[in-house]
């Protein structure tokens, strides 16, 4: 078996799935970044970029590229409650967070993740977040009580992690990266 191939515009690493080909550009899993995987796209031509996300849409049988025709990639940012927050708002359903609490509240959320994973596919940033935490990934697994906003320059979209996939929810914090940028100037 070859250690690098493409075939039909998907790269395959030692036989993995770990990137596909646009006209003069390589779509590649950021997790294989190396030298040996850059100098052979480099001899075939092929500027890479380095994506999140890839080898796990090529395993689902998907292909970003095709999905970005359709609907434009977002930036996704994973909300998840404070470690001072009432112990019974964690992890509970957006029905019993209703009932008992009110609906949720972006005071009582931080941000764990500012960034692209290649998806727009909630239940693939689902995945990603629970098995391989993408890069700058700052927080638990993604669980139940956690919201998902889907995010570009127009608008955001944010998503309740509920006991069943996601419900789309009113959820509108004030000025969400400079909390990020507080958050990570206060790490160092």
Known sequence: MPK???NGGVISYYGNPVGYT???????DSNFQNNELTAWLQT??????WTDGVMEQLLAGERMGEAQTSAPLKNVRIWQLKPDTDVMMKF???EELEKQFGLPDPENY???????MGTNNLEAIYTRCNLDHPSGYNGH???????????????SQFHYCNR?????ISFEPSEPTQGMEQSMSQSF
Do not use: T
């Open 164 to 168: 069943f996939g996601f419900k789309e």
């Open 44 to 49: 075939h031509n092929l500027n890479p970029q």
């Open 22 to 28: 646009e006209k003069e550009k390589a779509i590649v």
């Open 92 to 94: 509970i359903s957006l």
């Open 4 to 6: 690098i191939e493409q």
């Open 110 to 116: 931080r941000i764990a993740y500012d960034g692209q």
């Open 141 to 155: 697994s993604l669980s139940m009580s956690d919201v998902v906003e889907l995010y570009d320059e127009n608008s």
